[in-house]
C-alpha cells in the first residue's frame, strides 16, 4: 500500500465540519449508538443477478450516454445530509449554532442510509433531503469512527435504492462517477474521472490510518463526503471520504480524492443495521506512539512502537502482564514501523482473537497473549 502523508493537507468532505473523530489511544472508542440498537435483519443491496434491477449495456461507442444512464439510475439514491452543531461560548460570547452539510446514498428500501460519521459527528439535529427535494428527520443509528462511516435512519419509502458493487473488482483507468452535493448547495452534482490506483492509505494524524482507499481524480468537493462513487454499470463502488490538497509550503496537488471502498461500507452498514453498532476488539490501553524523533528526545530503546500510558483495570492488558511504560512493539506477525501504527494493528482482529503482544520492558523483550474483547458502546 502506498501511504500519502508529508506535507499535505487532507480534508474530509463536509461542508461546514471537517474534522474526523479520533482515537485517543486505544481505549477510547467515538463509535455512538444514539438511536438505540436494533435486531432487524435487514438486507443491503449486494450487485447479484437476481436483485430486480436492470443491468446496463456498456457502449464504448458513446461513452456519454453510458454515463447519463448510469446518473439517472443512480441519482435517486442519492441523498444531502443537513446537519446543526451546537454553538459554543468563546472569549466574545455564544458563537450560536452552526449547519454542516454532506451527502449520503440510500442502501434499504425502509429508510437506511449511509454517509461519513464526520458529516453527522457532534450534531443534535438531522435533515435529509431526497433527490426530488422533499425534506425527512433523520437519526443516527451508529457511526465507526475509525472507518469514516455512518448508518442514519428515515421513516418512509425510499425513491429507490442503490446497488452495492464488489469494490475488490475495481482497476486503475476505470471509470468511475462521482455524485453528491459540492457546498452543501448544488444537490446531486457529478462528477467523472478514472481510478487513479486502489489500497491506498492516508495518515489523518490521528495515531490511525484510513486504509484501503480507492485514490480518483473524479472532482470531489466540500459537502461530497458520504455520496457514491459509481462505476458504469450503475453500481456503488465507493464512498466518498476526503481529498487531498497542496498546503502553504508545498506543491498545488490537484485530482486526489479518496473513497471508501465499497466492501468496507458494506461489511460495516450490515452490522450496524442488525446489530446496532460494529464490533471493534478491545485491548485496554491508552498508548503514545513512539517515532525515531521521539524515541531521540527521550533516550528510548526502540525507534518504532507504542509506549503505554495507561492500562485499564480489568482488561485484557491487565489481565496478559501489560503495564504501564511498556512499549508494545509487534503484535500477531505485524511489526510496529511507519507503515503499521497501533491502532491500525489492533482493527486487523476480531473481539476474541488470543493475539501475542510483544513488548520492550527495562530492555527485555517479553511475549505474552492478550484475548480481545468486545469494545463497549
Known sequence: MRKITTFILITLLVFGSAILGAFIGASVATNRATAGTTTENVQIQPVSSSSGISQITISSSNISTTITQVVEKVQPTVVTVVGTTPGQMTFFGYSGDSTVSGSGVIITQDGYILTNNHVVEDTNELTVILSDGSELGATVVSTDSFADLAVLKVEGDMPSVAVLGNSDNLKPGETVI???????????????????????????????????????????????????????????VGINSAVVRGSSTSAIAEGLGFAIPSNTALLISQQIITKGYFARPYMGVSIQQIDPSTAARYNLPVEWGAYVTRVGSGSPAESAGIRQGDIIVRMGDLHFDEDTQFVNALFNYQPGDVVEVEVVRNNAHITMQVTLTEMSY
Open 178 to 236: 462521482a455524485i453528491g452535493s459540492p457546498l452543501g448547495d448544488f444537490r446531486n452534482s457529478v462528477t467523472v474521472g478514472v481510478v487513479s490506483a486502489t489500497g491506498r492509505s492516508l495518515d489523518t494524524g490521528k495515531g490511525y490510518e484510513m486504509e484501503n482507499l480507492i485514490q480518483t481524480d473524479a472532482a470531489i468537493n466540500s459537502g461530497n463526503s458520504g455520496g457514491p462513487l459509481v462505476n458504469l454499470a450503475g453500481e456503488v
